[in-house]
C-alpha cells in the first residue's frame, strides 16, 4: 500500500486537481482508493499537506463504517455481557433502552455528534417508565451512570473505527449530592434493642450499626464458623457460590473484607446462636424463611436464571420492620430513615471518632473515599466542637505539634481578651 498522498490534475475534469490517497487493506488485504477534488491547485496544496500530516500522526485512512445505533448497542452489550453482574447487565439494557427511544435504532452512530449527546443526557429526567419507581426524578447519580454508560458504549465505536471521537467523553458529569438521612446516635440505637424482642432481630441489627455491613451482607450471613468467627471476633463478607440446596452471595465490586467486632455485638451473636434453628444455615432467618428461600433459588436454577439471583432474594419486609422499631422507639426526623442508615450511622460515628477517611473506606467496602464524602459523611456540630477543641490545643501547647507562624497568642481568661 502507497502511504503518501499524491496530487493528481485532469483538464478535462470541472475540478482538474485531485488528491488521492489509499485506504487501509480489508480483511481480504485489498485497499481501496479515496479522492478529494478542487479547482485551484494551491487548495489542493493545502489539503494534501494537512491529510498528509493526519496520517503521520497516525490518524485512520480508512472512512469510519456505517452501523446503527441499534446494531453498535448489540454487539457491546453482547461483548460486556460475560464479565458484568445481573445488577450492571440490567443498567446497561436501561440506558440502551433509552438510547435506543431517542435517537431511533436505525440511526448510523456517524450522526450522533457532542451536541446530541448532551442533549440526550440533559433530558433523563425521570427514571425508566418500567422501572419500579417510575415518575421518580432522577437524580445526578443515576443522569451520571446513564453518561458512563453511553461513554463506554461510543468508546466501543472509536476502538472499532466505526467514529473518530467519542461524542460522550466531554460531558461533565452531574454534581451528585446525597439525600439528607437519619444519623442513628448510640442512645437511639439502644432504645431500639429495647424495644426489639426477638434476639435474632437484635443481631441482626447489631452488625449492622457495629460492623457497618450491607442488608445483603447482613441477611446471607451464615453459622458455618467462617463467616461469624467468634473465637477472632471477627465477621468475614466473602463471595460464595451456589450449591442445589443454598443460593449464592456475591460481594459488591469483589471487596472481600474481614471485620473486627465490638464486644456487645459479639455477645448479641453469641445469644442468636444459642438460639439457632437447626437445620437453617442462615443467622439471621427463620426456619420458615429459610424454606421458602431455598424454593425460590430451586425455581431460578430449574428456569435458567441462577445469574440473576440477587442478595437481597433472602429477606423482605425488613424496612417495614424497622420503621416499626423505630417509631415505638420514639425516634422522630424529617430526614429519610431507612435499615442503610444503621450502616450509614457506623461510619459517621467512626468518622466523629476521628477514624482517618482511607480507613474508613476499607472498612466500609467502597472503592472510592468520593462515596463516602457525598453519600455517608456529614459535619456536625460535633465534628466543628472537636475540630475548635484541636486549635485550642495547638494554641495552648497541649499538642505536641507547634504552629510556627509566630509566637502563641495569650488569651485572658476573665477578660476574654488577647493579652499584651
Known amino acids: 500500500m502507497i502511504e503518501k498522498v499524491g496530487i493528481y490534475h485532469d483538464p478535462k475534469r470541472k475540478l482538474p486537481w485531485l488528491v488521492r490517497w489509499f485506504e487501509e487493506p480489508d480483511v481480504s488485504g485489498k485497499s481501496g482508493r479515496r479522492a478529494k ?21 497516525g490518524a485512520k485512512r480508512s472512512k469510519p463504517s456505517n452501523i446503527s445505533l441499534a446494531t453498535l448497542c448489540e454487539k457491546v452489550l453482547a461483548i460486556r455481557k460475560p464479565g458484568l453482574r445481573q445488577a450492571s447487565i440490567w443498567s446497561y439494557k436501561n440506558t440502551i433502552s433509552q438510547l435506543l427511544s431517542y435517537f431511533k435504532p436505525e440511526t448510523p452512530v456517524r450522526r450522533i455528534g457532542t451536541e446530541q449527546a448532551e442533549q440526550f443526557v440533559a433530558s433523563r429526567e425521570l427514571v425508566h ?7 421518580k426524578e432522577l437524580s445526578a447519580w443515576g443522569r451520571n451512570q446513564h453518561l458512563a454508560i453511553c461513554s463506554a458504549i461510543f468508546a466501543k465505536a472509536v476502538a472499532w473505527d466505526y467514529l473518530p471521537v ?26 431500639i434493642l429495647r424495644v426489639t424482642p426477638d434476639c435474632r432481630e437484635r443481631a441482626f441489627y447489631a452488625v449492622m450499626y457495629g460492623a457497618g455491613l450491607r442488608f445483603g451482607e447482613a441477611v446471607n450471613l451464615l453459622w458455618n464458623g467462617r463467616d461469624i468467627d467468634f473465637e477472632r471476633g471477627r465477621v468475614e463478607i466473602t463471595s460464595r457460590d451456589g450449591t442445589a440446596g443454598l443460593p449464592p452471595f456475591l460481594v459488591k465490586d469483589h ?13 448479641l451473636l453469641l445469644r442468636a446462636h444459642a438460639f439457632a434453628d437447626e437445620g437453617c444455615p442462615f443467622a439471621f432467618l ?30 423482605n419486609n425488613s424496612l417495614r420492620k424497622f420503621k416499626a422499631r423505630c417509631r415505638k422507639a420514639g425516634i ?51 465534628n466543628e466542637i472537636q475540630a475548635l477543641g484541636v486549635l485550642d490545643r ?27
Not at 426456619?287 to 440473576?308: G, I, L, M
Not at 495547638?394 to 497568642?409: H, I, K, M, N, V
Open 332 to 382: 422522630v426526623t424529617n430526614n429519610k430513615l431507612t435499615i442503610h442508615c444503621l450502616r450509614k450511622s457506623y461510619a459517621q460515628n467512626l468518622a466523629d471518632a476521628c477514624t482517618p477517611i482511607h480507613t474508613l473506606k476499607k472498612l466500609m467496602g467502597h472503592s472510592s473515599v468520593k462515596t463516602l464524602e457525598c453519600f455517608y459523611l456529614r459535619t456536625s456540630n460535633a
Open 37 to 57: 477534488s478542487f479547482r485551484l491547485n494551491r487548495d489542493a496544496e493545502r489539503f494534501r499537506a494537512a491529510k498528509q500530516k493526519e496520517f503521520n500522526d
Open 166 to 191: 467519542n461524542p460522550f467523553v466531554r460531558i461533565k458529569k452531574a454534581t451528585e449530592e446525597g439525600q439528607p438521612w437519619h444519623h442513628i446516635i448510640p442512645s437511639e440505637f439502644e432504645d
Open 286 to 315: 427463620r426456619p420458615e424463611r429459610y424454606q421458602r428461600v431455598t424454593a425460590k433459588w430451586r425455581n431460578f436454577q430449574r428456569e435458567d436464571r441462577a445469574k440473576e439471583w440477587q442478595n437481597h432474594h433472602v429477606c
Open 394 to 420: 495547638l494554641y495552648s501547647g497541649e499538642s505536641d505539634t507547634r504552629l510556627t507562624l509566630g509566637p502563641p497568642l495569650c488569651v485572658d481568661p476573665r477578660k476574654g481578651q488577647i493579652a499584651n
Open 129 to 135: 417508565p418500567d422501572h419500579k419507581s417510575k415518575g
Open 255 to 267: 471487596e472481600r473484607r474481614s471485620l473486627l467486632l465490638p464486644g456487645w455485638t459479639l455477645d
